[in-house]
């Protein structure tokens, strides 16, 4: 948890200086390339970065991490050459380099995919240090980065290598334990890891696109119906409000799963905790909210530059969301905690559907980018107040079979 915050904590310090190099078609571009890494990086390893913990020898980890980096390799080509097909045809649209752009998502989806599965074998052996300190170099790269070769060409490109290469490094931090690993020990075929552990692919798999698809689908629809350079206001509305609530959310959420399980392992009653978090939640993101609300126009301008004040209206309409989004986050995982997957799951493509249609009505209906983002944050911010309603009443019937 460290590791993370220290890292967006980073990024968060020189995004001023990132707004100031780059233009707001480089960050539509970036968008583009984020948005496709991340859909196909939280398959690339198949899940099998969740069956880790549950192997029963050093040598099954071994091997379920050995089919989790082919599985890395597999995906980042297939995501490489769909790319390059999906900007030839047209239909997601960049200024920069077809080729290279695909070849960076290629890059990115390989080493993402690879840190997530890495991590995992680091957690199996107990050695959080590392990650942190993984997680802390990827961050620092995050923000040092896009600075540096900004200011030899501030280019699309140049912007989301500054991204890859980040991964990079933070993949490569981690690939020591398995290096060592793979020397002391056999593994077992790849063929034979991945028939044993079959249901992590088949199961989790399509909730993780599920949820990557409802987190980037806004990207890749407003890029298809707008001109680059609005769709990269967007990008920057979202990640200037998306970074903090990264933050604080994951902060909250990791002291909060401490909290609850230990409250779960006594036999106490977890609605009192659940509540505790959505108030502190809530109250931490509203403080911020509103004092960006009254006061966008200057701070916008002073921090990241006078080219961004047109985004004002898009981070306005967003802000609601950030606010449910942020006290929603942090308890979400109580459904997980409290064995109602099928719930989350539930939620996932409800989600995806509603945010889907609201945006696709409301381009149908003639609206521009700003009624489209209201018409985005509203319908997200509505699932979200559905998730409360759900992790309330799961928690309830929990504490009821006590």
């Not at 398995?178 to 088949?202: I, P, Q």
Request: overall charge positive.
């Amino acid at each position: 948890m460290g590791g993370t915050v220290m890292g967006q904590l980073a990024v968060i310090a020189t995004t001023p200086l990132v707004t100031r190099l780059y233009s707001p078609e480089a960050f539509s571009d970036l968008g583009i390339y984020m948005a496709i890494a991340g859909i196909f990086s939280v398959i690339a390893t198949l899940r099998l970065e969740a069956a880790v913990p549950a192997a029963s020898n050093k040598v099954q980890a071994v091997s379920i991490v050995h089919a989790g980096l082919i599985s890395c390799v597999a995906f980042s080509i297939t995501a490489s050459l769909l790319s390059f097909l999906f900007f030839e045809a047209n239909v997601f649209r960049i200024s920069s380099s077809h080729i290279l752009t695909s070849i960076l998502i290629g890059l990115s989806v390989l080493f993402i995919g690879g840190f997530q599965i890495l991590s995992s074998l680091q957690i199996y052996h107990e050695d959080f240090g590392s990650i942190a300190k993984a997680k802390l170099i990827q961050g620092i790269a995050l923000a040092i980065l896009p600075v540096l070769l900004g200011l030899f060409a501030p280019n699309s490109i140049n912007l989301a290598s500054s991204d890859a290469a980040a991964r990079v490094f933070g993949a490569l931090k981690s690939f020591k334990l398995y290096r060592t690993e793979l020397k002391n020990h056999t593994t077992e075929r790849v063929s034979e890891v991945m028939v044993k552990f079959k249901d992590f692919a088949f199961y989790s798999t399509p909730a993780s696109i599920v949820n990557a698809v409802s987190q980037y689908i806004p990207v890749l629809i407003f890029n298809s119906q707008f001109d680059i350079k609005t769709a990269g206001l967007f990008v920057f509305a979202n990640r200037v409000l998306a970074v903090p609530i990264g933050v604080i959310a994951r902060t909250l959420s990791q002291v909060f799963l401490g909290e609850a399980g230990a409250v779960l392992n006594s036999g106490k009653k977890v609605k009192p905790v659940i509540k505790k978090y959505f108030i502190y939640s809530s109250l931490l993101a509203i403080a911020p909210a509103v004092l960006l609300f009254f006061y966008s126009d200057k701070l916008i301008s002073v921090f990241f530059g006078s080219e961004w004040i047109a985004s004002i209206p898009m981070i306005k309409s967003l802000l609601i969301l950030s606010i449910v989004q942020i006290s929603s986050s942090v308890i979400s995982q109580t459904l997980n905690i409290v064995q109602k997957n099928s719930w989350q799951l539930f939620w996932d493509i409800f989600r995806m559907i509603i945010v889907s249609l609201s945006i696709i009505i409301s381009l149908h209906m003639g609206g521009n980018i700003f009624y489209s983002v209201e018409a985005y944050a509203f319908s997200n911010a509505i699932c979200y107040i559905i998730m409360l309603i759900m992790v309330f009443r799961a928690a309830q019937i929990r504490d009821r079979g006590i």
